[in-house]
């Protein structure tokens, strides 16, 4: 079983920075690629980034590539988004996400899910 908390959301403006975190608990952290989605009202949950257990593969969605940094501290069981020059279409409910095994998307690899934190991007 794993856990996810989120936290560090939060009402910006537009070309605002902000810093989201996700901890987690459970024995088999290292099992796990962690990644962050997001979710607007009306649309589905939608990939955003995603980093394996070492950090040397990373993905992004193509549209944070270059404004969005996924990083992780293993010795922490968290990992981070650093969110720059937010825009007011980056305003959702970013969840945390713990994926394995195979899927068509990533979404379909998560296996647990955390319980989300609002960001929101006033223009």
């Known amino acids: 079983q794993v856990q996810l908390v989120e936290s560090g959301g939060g009402l910006v403006q537009a070309g605002g920075s902000l810093r989201l975190s996700c901890t987690t608990s459970?024995?088999?952290?290292?099992?796990?690629?962690l990644g962050w989605f997001r979710q607007a009202p009306g649309k589905e949950r939608d990939f955003v980034a995603g980093?394996?257990?070492?950090?040397?593969?990373?993905n992004y969605a193509d549209s944070v590539k270059g404004r969005f940094t996924i990083s992780r501290d293993n010795a922490k069981n968290a990992v981070y988004l650093q969110m720059n020059s937010l825009k007011p279409e980056d305003t959702a409910v970013y969840y945390c996400?713990?994926?394995?095994?195979?899927?068509?998307?990533?979404?379909?690899?998560?296996?647990?899910w955390g319980q989300g934190t609002q960001v929101t991007v006033s223009s």
């Open positions: 459970g024995r088999t952290f290292y099992s796990y690629m």
């Open positions: 996400g713990a994926m394995s095994g195979p899927g068509n998307t990533e979404r379909d690899r998560v296996r647990y």
């Open positions: 980093i394996n257990y070492s950090g040397d593969k990373i």
